[in-house]
């Protein structure tokens, strides 16, 4: 089964930091771009185990568009074994009527856009919300029945302190959500942060105290009773009330469902302009523009360019992402080709103690990033790169 992907493009405004696909056109193009988002539906089909309103800030949709949009979901895709249903909010849409449309579609996961408890620091990334917003948007969801909510945070802003980041730490976990990914400050090119750094009005953190605000984190969460099983997101481990929290496997069932589909190679269905595509053989993306993607798909033809993967593609997209993941790269699912050049590749760094090999009880062999590993994870994975 796939993941379903919807790209919500529309923000109020524009974070500094942001480098994904949005725009500021909501109120003029809304309507039209639900109507496209359903068309585009009709163009295809499949049975979805995960669903994800991404953005972009899907907590900007009408509660008439949100009811329009699950409808096409449940009209063109089967939903029967539908396992998580997730939709990124910002915390200050998080109001009682819009909980209540949470619940009467069945949304059981969201996804909480916090980035920092600093009001000062969600000034400077042009957030709309405060601090104490998320406090309020997290006891409404509760209120609500929504007991899977995960938490963005952000570090590695200009001039900030170890003591400051702990701080930020420590208030999501008192929150207590089952999910918290967190990610160092990127400065990307084509968003204003990174004009801002070029034109010298701020400096970048240096690379030891980021190092030190990244193993502050891994430590905190462990203590806390968080699984890191992705480089950058962590699941709580600890059962709400009498509920499981492992599978059989003994994994937290609080990880992300959907995002693993990209660290774990699962197809995936992507809906809306910029959105992407995977079938495990071809990757295709959307059009990255409104206007452009609305009059396509209005008149029947969805915008999209594609990708043949050959088989060393594959092998590098393996690298890139299920590396990134706790239990690594399975070995006897590569090819022998590649499971030899890896190995070879990897060498330096095993010896290094910068990767490691487990073997399961059913036979089969991981290659993972060690703990010393998730500190150059770039470094190892290149060097693992076919070329």
């Not at 109507?35 to 991404?54: K, N």
């Not at 399961?360 to 994870?377: A, K, N, Y």
């Amino acid at each position: 089964m796939a993941g379903l992907y919807i790209h919500i493009p529309f923000c109020k405004s524009r974070c500094i930091y942001c480098g994904f696909y949005s725009t500021t056109l909501s109120s003029t193009w809304q309507d039209r771009y639900v109507d496209a988002l359903c068309r585009e539906m009709e163009m295809r089909s499949g049975e979805v185990s995960t669903i994800y309103l991404g953005g972009g800030t899907p907590s900007l949709l009408s509660a008439e568009n949100l009811r329009r949009l699950f409808a096409a979901i449940h009209q063109h895709f089967d939903c029967s074994q539908l396992r998580e249903l997730t939709i990124e909010c910002n915390p200050d849409d998080v109001t009682l009527p819009f909980v209540a449309v949470l619940q009467q579609l069945g949304i059981n996961r969201v996804s909480l856009g916090a980035q920092t408890f600093s009001d000062d620091r969600l000034r400077f990334l042009h957030r709309r919300h405060t601090a104490h917003q998320v406090d309020e948007a997290i006891a409404l969801l509760r209120q609500a029945g929504i007991r899977n909510i995960s938490l963005d945070l952000m570090f590695g802003f200009p001039n900030q302190t170890l003591n400051e980041w702990d701080k930020d730490i420590a208030h999501a976990i008192a929150l207590q959500p089952e999910h918290i990914s967190a990610y160092s400050l990127m400065y990307e090119e084509g968003t204003p942060l990174f004009e801002h750094l070029l034109q010298g009005h701020l400096t970048e953190l240096s690379d030891e105290l980021s190092r030190q605000m990244y193993e502050l984190l891994i430590n905190r969460l462990d203590a806390a009773g968080y699984e890191h099983y992705e480089i950058s997101n962590w699941a709580r481990k600890a059962p709400l009330k009498k509920e499981t929290n492992s599978d059989n496997d003994g994994k937290s069932l609080w990880r992300s469902l959907h995002n693993s589909s990209y660290w774990n190679q699962t197809p995936y269905i992507g809906i809306g302009a910029a959105a992407h595509s995977y079938d495990g053989e071809t990757r295709s993306w959307n059009v990255s523009n409104l206007q452009q993607y609305v009059s396509a798909i209005e008149s029947g033809q969805r915008p999209y360019e594609s990708e043949t993967i050959d088989d060393d593609t594959r092998y590098n997209d393996i690298v890139t992402t299920a590396l990134r993941t706790r239990e690594g790269i399975n070995l006897s699912a590569l090819s022998a080709r590649h499971r030899q050049y890896l190995l070879q590749q990897a060498r330096r760094s095993l010896d290094a103690g910068l990767l490691a090999i487990t073997e399961t009880p059913t036979g089969e062999s991981f290659i993972h990033l060690t703990r010393l590993g998730l500190f150059v994870s770039d470094d190892v994975m290149s060097d693992l790169i076919w070329v």
